[in-house]
């Protein structure tokens, strides 16, 4: 028997984290060797448990599945992630390839689809659903980096859209500064720097350009 795959499961939902561990455990050659219900968690347990593939959602509390795929691409760039989604428009589909995903599959595809995923993405390929190879094709083709010039993506630094949002989840200055390490006049620094690329001035404003952006989503 070939080396088993270790897969590490982030996702918020419990009950799909559940699915998909069960449905994974029929795989003689798949093992899931870690979980995590929080995009702060994700890193720690890549390097803790060190997963050939992560299986990540997009849309988490605490950090959301662009950064923590980011995050893992800079700090534990042999591990392979596969973005698992509702959402298949062109910005969650994008920003997450940009990020370092290997695959993107939507939330209703089959269990082959995520089990041929997985071993495309182990043997260095990419893997699209099929839905998600059309939109990127058609956003490839229209230039789309020129097409949202304000997004939280071009403008903000990766630690100011970890500020964005978690203050779009109402986490207090203080919170912020907790959960970031740096002092609050840093997490102010950061929240001055945000309003003034976005030119938005209210917290009710910028919590709407978080979700609009795909950095969090207020379904909980």
């Not at 940009?98 to 993107?104: L, T």
């Amino acid at each position: 028997m070939g080396m088993t795959i270790k897969i590490m499961l982030a996702e918020d939902h419990q009950i799909v984290r559940q699915g998909l561990r069960n449905l994974l455990a029929a795989e003689p050659d798949m093992q899931v060797v870690a979980e995590a219900d929080n995009g702060r968690k994700v890193l720690p347990r890549v390097k803790e448990f060190a997963p050939n593939v992560v299986i990540m959602d997009i849309t988490m509390p605490g950090l959301n599945g662009i950064e923590a795929t980011r995050q893992i691409q800079a700090e534990c760039p042999g591990v392979k992630v596969i973005a698992l989604s509702m959402h298949s428009d062109s910005l969650f589909v994008l920003n997450m390839l940009k990020a370092g995903a290997s695959g993107y599959l939507l939330k209703d595809c089959a269990l082959e689809d995520l089990v041929r995923a997985i071993r495309t993405v182990v043997g260095h390929k990419t893997y699209l659903s099929p839905g998600i190879s059309d939109v990127v094709i058609k956003d490839f083709v229209s230039g789309w980096d020129h097409a949202d010039p304000s997004g939280a993506f071009s403008v903000l630094t990766a630690r100011e859209r970890e500020v964005l949002q978690l203050m779009a989840e109402g986490k207090s200055t203080n919170q912020i500064a907790d959960c970031l390490c740096v002092s609050v006049k840093t997490v102010e620094s950061h929240r001055k720097q945000i309003m003034s690329k976005s030119g938005i001035r209210s917290v009710a404003e910028l919590t709407k350009y978080a979700i609009r952006q795909g950095l969090t989503s207020l379904e909980e």
